[in-house]
């Protein structure tokens, strides 16, 4: 979890000894024998918002941040267009990114 968090959680039960946390420069995580890259997205939703990147399937896990109001007929799990993608994520990044800077980066 994102070092700023740890703090917060520990209200609520979490023991330190369990919690490995990512500084804000973000860092690597293995998993598997795979290594996942964490990557900053401060303000891109949360304070201390990470994204996940698999540089091997060369697929970025974003959480929220690419997440677009979509037709009720849309299926697909991926993002394969990211520019005609953009248009469904307008209004969702208006109304719920906290930040007008770190949108515009």
Do not use: C
Not at 42 to 59: E, F, R, T
Not at 63 to 91: C, K, Q, R, W
């Amino acid at each position: 979890m994102p070092q700023i968090w740890v703090s917060f959680i520990t209200h609520l039960g979490v023991k330190l000894e369990n919690i490995r946390s990512i500084p804000d420069e973000g860092g690597v995580i293995s998993l598997g024998g795979y290594d996942l890259e964490v990557v900053p997205a401060h303000y891109l939703h949360s304070l201390g918002n990470l994204s996940v990147y698999d540089p091997q399937a060369k697929i970025l896990f974003s959480g929220d941040i690419g997440t677009g109001l979509l037709p009720e007929d849309h299926t697909d799990l991926f993002v394969n267009d990211f520019s005609a993608h953009t248009h469904y994520m307008e209004y969702f990044h208006r109304r719920r990114m906290p930040s007008n800077t770190a949108k515009a980066s």
